[in-house]
Protein backbone atom coordinates (compact mmCIF):
# COMPACT_ATOMS: atom_id res chain seq x y z
CA UNK A 1 0.00 0.00 0.00
CA UNK A 2 3.28 2.08 1.05
CA UNK A 3 4.59 1.71 -2.15
CA UNK A 4 1.50 2.49 -4.22
CA UNK A 5 0.69 6.00 -2.39
CA UNK A 6 4.25 6.59 -3.04
CA UNK A 7 3.93 6.23 -6.59
CA UNK A 8 1.10 8.70 -6.80
CA UNK A 9 2.98 11.06 -4.73
CA UNK A 10 5.91 10.55 -6.93
CA UNK A 11 2.98 11.26 -10.34
CA UNK A 12 2.08 14.48 -8.80
CA UNK A 13 5.43 16.18 -8.12
CA UNK A 14 6.47 14.75 -12.10
CA UNK A 15 3.01 17.03 -12.97
CA UNK A 16 4.42 19.91 -10.81
CA UNK A 17 7.61 20.12 -12.30
CA UNK A 18 6.08 19.52 -15.76
CA UNK A 19 3.61 22.72 -15.19
CA UNK A 20 6.52 24.80 -14.08
CA UNK A 21 8.23 23.74 -17.45
CA UNK A 22 4.79 24.79 -19.82
CA UNK A 23 4.85 28.12 -17.64
CA UNK A 24 8.16 29.12 -18.22
CA UNK A 25 8.15 27.74 -22.00
CA UNK A 26 4.99 30.31 -22.71
CA UNK A 27 6.70 33.19 -20.79
CA UNK A 28 9.94 33.04 -23.21
CA UNK A 29 7.98 32.67 -25.81
CA UNK A 30 5.76 35.85 -25.04
CA UNK A 31 9.03 37.56 -24.59
CA UNK A 32 10.39 36.89 -28.27
CA UNK A 33 6.73 37.61 -29.64
CA UNK A 34 6.18 40.87 -27.37
CA UNK A 35 9.93 42.21 -28.18
CA UNK A 36 10.09 45.53 -30.10
CA UNK A 37 12.26 46.42 -32.97
CA UNK A 38 14.15 49.22 -34.79
CA UNK A 39 13.74 49.61 -38.02
CA UNK A 40 15.34 52.51 -40.49
CA UNK A 41 13.85 53.92 -44.14
CA UNK A 42 15.74 53.51 -46.66
CA UNK A 43 16.85 50.31 -45.26
CA UNK A 44 20.54 51.18 -45.81
CA UNK A 45 23.86 51.89 -44.40
CA UNK A 46 25.29 54.28 -46.18
CA UNK A 47 24.03 58.33 -46.78
CA UNK A 48 25.61 60.58 -48.11
CA UNK A 49 25.73 64.17 -46.24
CA UNK A 50 22.21 66.45 -46.22
CA UNK A 51 20.27 63.41 -46.92
CA UNK A 52 17.25 62.78 -44.40
CA UNK A 53 16.30 59.15 -42.57
CA UNK A 54 13.96 57.79 -40.51
CA UNK A 55 13.73 55.80 -37.46
CA UNK A 56 10.81 53.23 -36.45
CA UNK A 57 10.40 52.17 -33.29
CA UNK A 58 7.99 49.19 -33.98
CA UNK A 59 6.02 47.79 -30.49
CA UNK A 60 6.20 50.66 -28.32
CA UNK A 61 4.04 53.56 -27.93
CA UNK A 62 6.80 56.02 -27.28
CA UNK A 63 10.71 55.30 -27.61
CA UNK A 64 13.76 57.38 -27.33
CA UNK A 65 16.41 56.78 -30.10
CA UNK A 66 19.69 56.58 -28.86
CA UNK A 67 23.37 57.38 -30.77
CA UNK A 68 26.45 55.42 -28.95
CA UNK A 69 28.44 57.40 -26.92
CA UNK A 70 26.28 60.44 -27.62
CA UNK A 71 23.13 59.51 -25.76
CA UNK A 72 19.43 60.55 -26.83
CA UNK A 73 18.98 62.51 -30.43
CA UNK A 74 17.60 65.60 -29.91
CA UNK A 75 16.11 65.86 -33.86
CA UNK A 76 13.31 63.40 -32.56
CA UNK A 77 11.76 65.72 -30.20
CA UNK A 78 10.78 67.85 -32.76
CA UNK A 79 10.08 65.40 -35.54
CA UNK A 80 8.49 62.15 -33.04
CA UNK A 81 5.15 61.04 -34.76
CA UNK A 82 3.14 57.90 -33.75
CA UNK A 83 2.47 55.16 -36.40
CA UNK A 84 0.38 52.30 -36.49
CA UNK A 85 2.74 50.04 -35.09
CA UNK A 86 4.64 52.04 -32.94
CA UNK A 87 6.56 55.68 -33.38
CA UNK A 88 8.62 57.08 -35.63
CA UNK A 89 11.69 59.74 -35.61
CA UNK A 90 13.14 61.94 -38.85
CA UNK A 91 17.05 62.74 -39.03
CA UNK A 92 16.88 65.44 -41.84
CA UNK A 93 20.56 66.67 -43.06
CA UNK A 94 22.80 64.16 -41.61
CA UNK A 95 26.75 64.64 -41.25
CA UNK A 96 29.27 62.54 -40.89
CA UNK A 97 29.27 63.48 -37.18
CA UNK A 98 25.60 61.57 -37.45
CA UNK A 99 27.47 58.60 -38.20
CA UNK A 100 27.83 56.00 -35.69
CA UNK A 101 24.96 52.71 -33.84
CA UNK A 102 21.59 53.76 -32.90
CA UNK A 103 18.79 51.70 -30.53
CA UNK A 104 15.96 53.02 -28.35
CA UNK A 105 14.68 52.69 -25.34
CA UNK A 106 11.23 51.95 -24.77
CA UNK A 107 9.77 52.09 -21.33
CA UNK A 108 11.02 50.60 -18.56
CA UNK A 109 14.44 50.74 -20.23
CA UNK A 110 14.34 47.81 -22.55
CA UNK A 111 17.07 48.32 -25.76
CA UNK A 112 16.24 47.89 -29.42
CA UNK A 113 18.12 46.24 -31.90
CA UNK A 114 21.36 48.35 -33.31
CA UNK A 115 21.78 49.51 -36.31
CA UNK A 116 24.66 51.15 -37.77
CA UNK A 117 24.81 54.47 -40.40
CA UNK A 118 27.94 55.61 -41.95
CA UNK A 119 27.19 59.42 -43.31
CA UNK A 120 29.98 60.68 -45.78
CA UNK A 121 31.14 63.22 -47.38
CA UNK A 122 32.49 61.61 -50.38
CA UNK A 123 30.76 61.13 -53.87
CA UNK A 124 30.22 57.14 -52.98
CA UNK A 125 28.33 55.22 -51.56
CA UNK A 126 27.15 51.36 -51.38
CA UNK A 127 23.98 50.99 -50.38
CA UNK A 128 23.96 47.90 -48.55
CA UNK A 129 21.21 46.98 -46.27
CA UNK A 130 21.21 47.99 -42.26
CA UNK A 131 19.20 45.32 -40.99
CA UNK A 132 19.62 41.74 -41.56
CA UNK A 133 18.70 39.84 -44.25
CA UNK A 134 16.84 36.78 -43.98
CA UNK A 135 18.87 33.29 -45.12
CA UNK A 136 18.35 32.17 -48.28
CA UNK A 137 16.65 35.82 -49.34
CA UNK A 138 18.69 37.89 -52.59
CA UNK A 139 20.14 40.90 -51.75
CA UNK A 140 21.09 43.64 -54.21
CA UNK A 141 24.16 45.76 -53.23
CA UNK A 142 24.54 48.99 -55.16
CA UNK A 143 27.10 51.37 -55.76
CA UNK A 144 26.16 54.85 -56.17
CA UNK A 145 27.77 58.35 -57.49
CA UNK A 146 26.65 60.95 -55.96
CA UNK A 147 27.36 63.59 -58.47
CA UNK A 148 25.33 61.40 -61.38
CA UNK A 149 22.16 59.14 -61.72
CA UNK A 150 23.57 57.25 -64.71
CA UNK A 151 24.91 53.69 -64.07
CA UNK A 152 27.96 53.27 -63.19
CA UNK A 153 31.08 50.43 -63.96
CA UNK A 154 31.99 49.55 -59.86
CA UNK A 155 34.11 47.01 -58.24
CA UNK A 156 32.92 45.19 -55.32
CA UNK A 157 35.25 44.17 -52.70
CA UNK A 158 34.78 41.47 -49.36
CA UNK A 159 36.80 42.21 -46.86
CA UNK A 160 38.78 44.65 -48.95
CA UNK A 161 39.79 41.66 -51.41
CA UNK A 162 37.96 42.16 -54.94
CA UNK A 163 35.11 39.73 -55.38
CA UNK A 164 32.94 41.37 -57.99
CA UNK A 165 33.56 43.89 -61.55
CA UNK A 166 29.78 45.05 -62.65
CA UNK A 167 29.15 47.20 -65.59
CA UNK A 168 25.92 48.25 -64.12
CA UNK A 169 27.36 49.31 -60.36
CA UNK A 170 24.95 46.37 -58.82
CA UNK A 171 25.90 43.39 -57.54
CA UNK A 172 23.74 40.44 -56.46
CA UNK A 173 23.65 37.90 -53.96
CA UNK A 174 21.40 35.16 -54.63
CA UNK A 175 20.67 33.09 -51.98
CA UNK A 176 22.30 34.82 -48.73
CA UNK A 177 23.77 32.29 -46.31
CA UNK A 178 25.69 33.34 -42.78
CA UNK A 179 28.88 32.53 -45.33
CA UNK A 180 28.28 35.94 -47.27
CA UNK A 181 28.10 38.01 -43.94
CA UNK A 182 31.32 40.54 -43.44
CA UNK A 183 32.50 44.13 -44.40
CA UNK A 184 32.11 44.94 -48.06
CA UNK A 185 32.86 47.99 -49.83
CA UNK A 186 32.92 49.53 -53.33
CA UNK A 187 34.74 51.75 -55.63
CA UNK A 188 34.08 53.78 -59.00
CA UNK A 189 36.68 54.77 -61.43
CA UNK A 190 37.07 58.41 -61.41
CA UNK A 191 34.72 58.93 -58.43
CA UNK A 192 36.61 57.30 -55.19
CA UNK A 193 35.27 54.69 -53.10
CA UNK A 194 32.60 54.08 -50.48
CA UNK A 195 33.52 53.24 -46.85
CA UNK A 196 33.02 49.50 -45.50
CA UNK A 197 29.51 48.58 -43.95
CA UNK A 198 28.46 45.29 -42.54
CA UNK A 199 26.13 42.81 -44.22
CA UNK A 200 23.97 41.18 -41.23
CA UNK A 201 22.63 37.66 -42.47
CA UNK A 202 20.05 36.08 -40.33
CA UNK A 203 19.44 32.74 -39.82
CA UNK A 204 15.97 31.37 -40.78
CA UNK A 205 14.52 29.75 -37.83
CA UNK A 206 12.12 27.69 -36.45
CA UNK A 207 12.18 28.88 -32.54
CA UNK A 208 8.79 30.48 -32.95
CA UNK A 209 6.69 27.68 -32.76
CA UNK A 210 8.82 25.18 -31.48
CA UNK A 211 7.57 26.33 -27.75
CA UNK A 212 3.96 25.88 -28.87
CA UNK A 213 5.07 22.43 -29.88
CA UNK A 214 6.58 21.03 -26.83
CA UNK A 215 3.99 22.76 -24.64
CA UNK A 216 1.37 21.36 -26.68
CA UNK A 217 3.30 17.77 -25.72
CA UNK A 218 3.49 18.30 -22.21
CA UNK A 219 -0.19 19.51 -21.91
CA UNK A 220 -0.97 15.94 -23.02
CA UNK A 221 1.57 14.23 -20.78
CA UNK A 222 -0.30 16.05 -18.28
CA UNK A 223 -3.72 15.15 -19.04
CA UNK A 224 -2.59 11.46 -19.47
CA UNK A 225 -0.62 11.53 -16.49
CA UNK A 226 -3.50 13.31 -14.65
CA UNK A 227 -6.40 10.45 -16.10
CA UNK A 228 -4.23 7.50 -14.74
CA UNK A 229 -3.74 9.58 -10.94
CA UNK A 230 -7.03 9.89 -10.92
CA UNK A 231 -8.32 5.90 -11.69
CA UNK A 232 -5.47 5.40 -9.28
CA UNK A 233 -7.21 7.35 -6.41
CA UNK A 234 -10.83 6.04 -7.78
CA UNK A 235 -9.54 2.42 -7.38
CA UNK A 236 -7.44 3.46 -3.99
CA UNK A 237 -10.50 4.88 -2.30
CA UNK A 238 -13.27 2.27 -3.51
CA UNK A 239 -10.33 -0.55 -1.36
CA UNK A 240 -11.43 1.06 1.34
CA UNK A 241 -13.79 -0.46 3.96
CA UNK A 242 -16.27 1.77 6.48
CA UNK A 243 -16.08 1.72 10.17
CA UNK A 244 -12.34 1.96 11.69
CA UNK A 245 -10.26 0.25 9.30
CA UNK A 246 -11.12 3.16 7.00
CA UNK A 247 -10.32 5.31 9.70
CA UNK A 248 -7.17 3.94 10.14
CA UNK A 249 -6.31 3.24 6.32
CA UNK A 250 -7.35 7.35 5.99
CA UNK A 251 -4.84 8.22 8.91
CA UNK A 252 -2.55 6.54 7.06
CA UNK A 253 -2.75 7.52 3.95
CA UNK A 254 -2.50 11.29 5.50
CA UNK A 255 0.63 10.11 7.31
CA UNK A 256 2.02 8.90 4.07
CA UNK A 257 1.01 11.47 2.16
CA UNK A 258 2.97 13.73 4.56
CA UNK A 259 5.93 11.46 4.26
CA UNK A 260 5.74 11.60 0.28
CA UNK A 261 6.02 15.03 0.32
CA UNK A 262 8.88 15.53 2.75
CA UNK A 263 10.94 12.60 0.73
CA UNK A 264 9.55 15.18 -2.77
CA UNK A 265 9.70 18.26 -1.37
CA UNK A 266 11.88 18.81 1.92
CA UNK A 267 12.16 22.57 1.88
CA UNK A 268 7.97 23.36 1.53
CA UNK A 269 7.24 21.29 4.52
Not at 107 to 118: F, Y
Not at 237 to 265: C, D, I, W
Request: aromatic residues 8%; hydrophobic residues 35%; charged residues 15%.
Amino acid sequence: MFSQQQDNMEVIALCIKLLIIVMLLLGEHDQKVYAASLNIDPNRAQFFQYESLTFYCEGVSYCEVVRESNGKTPSCNFSHKRTATGSSCTITNVFPADSGKYWFEGEGGNKSNSVIITVTAGSVILEIPALPVMEGEAVTLRCRNKTTSSQNSADFYNYGVLINSSSTGNMIIHNVSKSNEGLYKCSISGAGESAESWLMVKVTSTSSSTPWIIVTVLLVVLLVVGLILFVKVLFYVSTLRPGSGSTGNQTGFSELTEEALKHSYPQCV
